[in-house]
C-alpha cells in the first residue's frame, strides 16, 4: 500500500460487548470505541486525518482547508490535529444563522483556527469552489493550502479505516471473537469505505453495514464506489472488483435531515446512556445505532453471530442541542 499515515489518535480503541442490549434482544452485540481516539481529536476523522494530513505535509503544504456543518467534529479534528503539526486551518462551515459560540465550534474558536461562514446554499453548490478560492488566496501570501473534503472522506482518507479494519482483525485474535458483522454509520461515506475495502483486501468475507443518517443509501452506494475508485490509485497490484450490490446501506433512519434531531433519537440516546453508560451522538452514532436496535427487532441480523457497532464520536455536538433534552 502506498497510502502512509502519521501516528496521532490512541490506538487500538478498545472493543466491549454490550451486555444489556445483548441480553434484551438476545444477540452477541459488541461495540468499538472511536469515540476515544483523544479528546480534541476523539472520533473516526483522526484514523482519515492520519493519511490526508500527512500527504499535505508531503506536499509541503502549510494550510489544511476543510469544511463541514457548524459542528462538524471533522472540522475540529482537522484544526486540532493540525496544531500539533504546525499547520494553521481554515475551516469552512454551514450556518444560515449567526451560530451560537458552543460546541465544536466553541472548540474550534478556543484554537484559533479561521473560521468562514457561508450559507447551507452555497455549501451546497459552491463549497469547493469556495476552498479553492481560499487556495489561491492563500498562495497570493506565499502559503500553500491542501483540501480535505467534508469528513476526510475522499481516496487517501479510506485508508484510515483500512487501518482500522485490520487492526479489528488483530483484535479479534486476542479476544477469541469473530465479528461476522460490522455496523458503521454512513455520513460522508469514507468510514464506510474504507471498511468495505479493507474487506475486500483481506478476503475476509465479513458483512459491513452502514446506516445513512442523511441523502438516501442509493446516493451514498454511488459515492463509496468513487471514493474507492480514487483508492485503487494508491494501491499497487491489486485488482478487486467493486459493486453497489454488494453494498449493504440500510435507508430509514435519517429522520428530519442531517443533524436534525427528533425526540424520539434523543429519547433513545438517553436510553442507551442509562443502559451501557456509553454516550452516543444525537448527528451519527444516536441515529445509527437506534437503527441498529429497530433492525435487530425486525430480525434484519438474524444471520449475524457476533455484531460489531463503530462509535464514531461526536460528544460535543451534543451540546448544541442542550435545550430540547427537557431537563
Known amino acids: 500500500m502506498i497510502a502512509k499515515k502519521l501516528k496521532l489518535g490512541n490506538f487500538p480503541t478498545k472493543i466491549e ?19 476515544q481516539t483523544g479528546t480534541e481529536i476523539s472520533g473516526n476523522k483522526i484514523r482519515k486525518l492520519e493519511y490526508s494530513i500527512n500527504e499535505a505535509i508531503n506536499n509541503d503544504c502549510d494550510t489544511l482547508i476543510t469544511c463541514g456543518g457548524i459542528q462538524s467534529n471533522h472540522a475540529r479534528a482537522t484544526a486540532a490535529a493540525g ?17 451560537e459560540v458552543e460546541g465544536n465550534y466553541l472548540l474550534d474558536r478556543i484554537m ?38 467534508e469528513g476526510a472522506s475522499n481516496g487517501i482518507g479510506t485508508f484510515g479505516y483500512v487501518n482500522c479494519f485490520n487492526e479489528i482483525l488483530e483484535q479479534e485474535k486476542e479476544l477469541g471473537i469473530t ?32 446506516i445513512n443518517i442523511t441523502d438516501t443509501a442509493e446516493i451514498f452506494k454511488d459515492r463509496v464506489c468513487s471514493i474507492l475508485e480514487e483508492a485503487k490509485t494508491y494501491i499497487p497490484h491489486k485488482d478487486f472488483e467493486i459493486t453497489k450490490e454488494d453494498m449493504c446501506i440500510i435507508d430509514g433512519y435519517v429522520g428530519d435531515g442531517y443533524a436534525i434531531s427528533r425526540a424520539e433519537e434523543l429519547e433513545f ?37 457476533n455484531i460489531l457497532f463503530i462509535h464514531t464520536g461526536g460528544l460535543f455536538g451534543l451540546f448544541s442541542k442542550k435545550g430540547q433534552f427537557g431537563f
Open 112 to 149: 484559533g483556527a479561521d473560521v468562514r461562514i457561508i450559507s447551507s446554499e452555497d455549501y451546497k453548490n459552491k463549497r469547493q469552489e469556495i476552498m479553492e478560492e481560499i487556495v489561491e488566496e492563500l498562495k497570493e501570501k506565499g502559503r500553500k493550502g491542501y483540501i480535505i473534503p
Open 179 to 210: 465479528f461476522d458483522t460490522i455496523v458503521a454509520t454512513v455520513g460522508s461515506g469514507g468510514t464506510f469505505a474504507g471498511l468495505y475495502l479493507g474487506n475486500k483486501i483481506t478476503g475476509s468475507n465479513k458483512k459491513i453495514v452502514g
Open 83 to 99: 496544531i500539533k503539526l504546525g499547520l494553521k486551518s481554515i475551516l469552512v462551515l454551514k450556518s444560515d444563522d449567526k451560530p
Open 17 to 35: 460487548r454490550l451486555e444489556k442490549l445483548s441480553t434484551m434482544l438476545k444477540e452477541h452485540i459488541f461495540i468499538k470505541r472511536d469515540d
Open 269 to 305: 440516546i438517553c436510553d442507551f446512556a442509562e443502559a451501557e453508560g456509553i454516550i452516543l451522538d444525537p448527528v451519527y452514532t444516536g441515529k445509527a445505532m437506534r437503527g441498529l436496535y429497530s433492525e435487530l427487532k425486525k430480525g434484519t441480523f438474524s444471520d449475524s453471530n
